[in-house]
Structures are given as structure tokens and as C-alpha cells.
């Protein structure tokens, strides 16, 4: 639907941008509270969900999270101690732990999976597949010229 006679007032658009962010996470907020979790280690345990078809180490979850290998042990060891994830000690180098997901960490995977669909259902709802392609190439747009101003 288009509104008639109504100016662009670009600060407008970026703060309703921001204000779908917020209610975004809030929704997000909401079942990481629910599971006990922290952000950063639900964050964590998502990358460590796609990153599941390898084999992988506290390093490449540091550099795929752009985050402090130190900051990634200390998650991971809270996420051990509440039987989420399980370091295995990998046969090829002893240096190293392979990092897998426990039953429990796979069910909350899989249920913040579903909340995270829920909420982009309710977001989107009434928008057809073309304005959501629209949607999102005009904040791809904004954001490669935005990126300028560095």
C-alpha cells in the first residue's frame, strides 16, 4: 500500500529499521531467558549448529564469530557444564577438542529454529515473495552505501 502525499524522511526509516531490529531480538531475548542461556551462547550454539558438517575447534568458531578465542572457551566451558555441548578430543591432534552439540544442545537448536521462524512468519505476514525480495535488496542497497562513509 502506498501513502499519497507523503514526504521521504530518511532518519523516519532508519529509526523503524532500528525499531524492527529491537522487537526482532526482543522475540529472540525472550527464548534464550526461557532456556537459561546468555545471548552469546545461544549465539554460539548456532554457529556451532552450521558449522556441524566439520570437524571443528575453538579457533574456527572464534574467527567464524569474529570473536576472542578466549572469549569462546569461557562459553563453552559454561555451555559444558549445563550438558549443551561436549569437547572431544580430537584423534588427529591432541591439541585440540572437537566440539559437538549433546542431545539437550540439539533440542534447543532445533526450538530456537522454530521460534526464529515463528517471528519472521509474524513479521512478514501479507508481504508477498516479491516485496520481501524487494525489502530485502533495498536495505542491501542501503547498507552497501552506508559502507562508503569509512
Given at each position: 500500500?502506498?501513502?499519497?502525499?507523503?514526504?521521504?524522511?530518511?532518519?523516519?526509516?532508519?529509526?523503524?529499521?532500528?525499531?524492527?531490529?529491537?522487537?526482532?531480538?526482543?522475540?529472540?531475548?525472550?527464548?534464550?531467558?526461557?532456556?537459561?542461556?546468555?545471548?552469546?551462547?545461544?549465539r554460539l550454539l548456532l554457529t556451532i549448529d552450521k558449522?556441524?558438517?566439520k570437524k571443528i575447534c575453538q579457533k574456527d568458531i572464534?574467527?567464524?564469530?569474529?570473536?576472542?578465542?578466549?572469549?569462546?572457551?569461557?562459553?563453552?566451558?559454561?555451555?559444558?557444564?549445563?550438558?549443551?555441548?561436549?569437547?572431544?578430543?580430537?584423534?588427529?591432534?591432541?591439541?585440540?577438542?572437537?566440539?559437538?552439540?549433546?542431545?539437550?544442545?540439539?533440542?534447543i537448536v532445533a526450538e530456537s529454529e522454530e521460534k526464529?521462524?515463528?517471528?519472521?512468519?509474524?513479521?512478514?505476514?501479507?508481504?508477498?515473495?516479491?516485496?520481501?525480495?524487494?525489502?530485502?535488496?533495498?536495505?542491501?542497497?542501503?547498507?552497501?552505501?552506508?559502507?562508503?562513509?569509512?
Amino acid at each position: 500500500m502506498e501513502k499519497e502525499n507523503q514526504s521521504f524522511e530518511p532518519l523516519e526509516v532508519l529509526a523503524q529499521c532500528i525499531s524492527v531490529a529491537n522487537l526482532y531480538r526482543q522475540g529472540i531475548d525472550t527464548f534464550v531467558s526461557e532456556h537459561g542461556l546468555q545471548k552469546s551462547q545461544e549465539r554460539l550454539l548456532l554457529t556451532i549448529d552450521k558449522m556441524k558438517e566439520k570437524k571443528i575447534c575453538q579457533k574456527d568458531i572464534a574467527e567464524k564469530m569474529r570473536v576472542t578465542p578466549a572469549a569462546v572457551a569461557v562459553t563453552l566451558k559454561n555451555l559444558e557444564k549445563m550438558g549443551i555441548i561436549r569437547k572431544i578430543m580430537s584423534k588427529e591432534d591432541n591439541r585440540y577438542n572437537d566440539i559437538v552439540l549433546t542431545e539437550k544442545g540439539k533440542k534447543i537448536v532445533a526450538e530456537s529454529e522454530e521460534k526464529v521462524n515463528s517471528i519472521d512468519q509474524k513479521a512478514f505476514k501479507g508481504f508477498s515473495e516479491s516485496e520481501k525480495s524487494n525489502l530485502q535488496d533495498y536495505l542491501e542497497r542501503i547498507c552497501t552505501n552506508l559502507k562508503t562513509l569509512k
